[in-house]
């Protein structure tokens, strides 16, 4: 995550706390890229991710209006929004599960920006190879690894937004790689 995106979140939570309309637009460019990389590679679909991204800043600024301004001034806001884009992405892996998959709604895999088309097409690949083995883990191992690897986050906010212990969440990154290794 860029540098002046992490500088920016430390007020962030008492600037929405002292005006949330003025402050919102800061919070979403902050965190948007990231939580939709997170959701990307947990969801392997690009239309999935966009949603979900989308959805989770619609339910965050509902939630921010109905709290109390103390209760957004003491919010670890990244983890916060987190949590949020986790259980979405959770919920869309459930009702998936649910139903017989269409092949054909699948979206393509998402082009690397590589020089050649032979390039390209190694890279491709490679990503889709790492995010069928990827998709193979435990949803807990898969969110640690993608939250950790993918939206840079570090252990303690991980773990707040997964509500497990930070022991656990370095656990779950370990092991997640040691299969992940084995596996390619």
Do not use: K
């Not at 109390?68 to 949590?83: A, I, K, Q, S």
């Amino acid at each position: 995550m860029p540098t002046e995106a992490r500088i920016g979140i430390g007020g962030l939570a008492a600037a929405l706390a002292d005006d949330r309309d003025a402050a919102f637009p800061r919070l979403v460019r902050a965190l948007q890229d990231g939580v939709f990389a997170g959701a990307l590679r947990l969801t392997g679909s690009r239309a999935d991710a966009e949603e979900i991204t989308q959805e989770a800043f619609v339910r965050a600024y509902r939630a921010l209006g109905a709290y109390p301004d103390e209760r957004v001034r003491e919010l670890r806001v990244r983890e916060w929004v987190w949590t949020i884009a986790l259980n979405l992405c959770r919920n869309r892996a459930r009702g998936r599960s649910r139903r017989p998959e269409n092949l054909a709604a699948e979206s393509p895999p998402v082009p690397d920006p590589a020089p050649g088309p032979e390039q390209r097409a190694l890279a491709a690949d490679d990503r889709e190879r790492l995010e069928r083995h990827l998709a193979r883990l435990p949803w807990a191992t898969r969110a640690s690894l993608v939250l950790r690897y993918v939206a840079d986050l570090p252990y303690g906010e991980i773990a707040a937004a997964l509500d497990r212990p930070v022991g656990t969440v370095r656990s779950d990154v370990h092991r997640g790689l040691q299969r992940l290794r084995q596996s390619m």
